[in-house]
């Protein structure tokens, strides 16, 4: 079964408009990690946010906020005023377990931004 | 620079080779993952060390092998290379009271 779910393969937008990337996540555990990686056309990993299963405070940084849910097993990622540079691809994943089980992604959104 | 060297960035070989890639952690990090990343599977786990044991294995073919040595670093070995093994892959690390992943810039290996 599919543990990280990425249901939006592609997405565009016009530059300032906001955009939701979905994730939902499939575990049994009760303690583990969610994050959030960005890869540009570049092709590195860049990380963004990290989350542990225990704290469900929503978190904002910049033009970024994150909206982890456990009852509906979801952790969303809102870019608010897109521009250009946010064109990337965007993955989800977890980490079940004890802190440093590898990571399980989900399949990744294409965000592309015009201006 | 994450702090995680992975050496070489580009790799074009032929099938039916052998290829070693090499990663160097990030200092005092004890754990080194490998992932592979194909346009198709999407990013796989392959397999997980710990301070020179194997923790953990993803889904490693039996033609690849890894170790990670004394001082830390590791190397994905592949072998009887084939067309579809043609990847980006990727090296992370971490420390033992986990502040999580970083990841390393990758090796782009091509098989002709």
């Known amino acids: 079964a599919q543990k990280v779910t990425q249901a939006q393969t592609e997405i565009s937008v016009v530059e300032k408009e906001d955009v939701t990337l979905d994730c939902v996540y499939e575990?049994?555990?009760?303690?583990?990690?969610l994050f959030w990686y960005k890869q540009p056309p570049s092709g590195e990993l860049v990380f963004l946010i990290r989350?542990?299963?225990?704290?469900?405070q929503n978190e904002i940084s910049g033009r970024y906020s994150w909206n982890f849910q456990k009852s509906t097993s979801s952790f969303n990622f809102t870019i608010t005023a897109s521009q250009v540079v946010d064109s990337a691809v965007y993955f989800c994943a977890l980490s079940e377990g004890q802190a440093g089980t590898a990571l399980i992604f989900g399949k990744g959104t294409t965000l592309s931004v015009s201006s | 620079d994450s702090g995680v060297t992975q050496t070489p960035k580009h790799l074009i070989t032929a099938t039916g080779q052998r290829v070693t890639l090499r990663c160097s952690p990030r200092?005092?990090?004890?754990?080194v993952y490998w992932y592979q990343q194909s346009l198709d599977q999407g990013l796989q786990f392959l397999i997980q060390y710990y301070n020179g044991e194997e923790r953990a294995k993803g889904n490693i073919l039996e033609r690849f092998s890894a170790q990670q040595f004394p001082d830390l670093h590791s190397e994905l070995n592949l072998s009887s290379l084939e067309l579809g093994d043609s990847a980006l892959y990727f090296c992370?690390?971490?420390?033992?009271?986990?502040?999580?992943?970083?990841f390393g810039s990758g090796t782009r290996l091509t098989v002709v």
């Open positions: 200092s005092g990090d004890l754990s």
């Open positions: 575990t049994r555990d009760t303690t583990y990690y």
């Open positions: 992370a690390s971490s420390v033992v009271d986990f502040d999580g992943y970083t």
């Open positions: 989350r542990n299963s225990f704290d469900e």
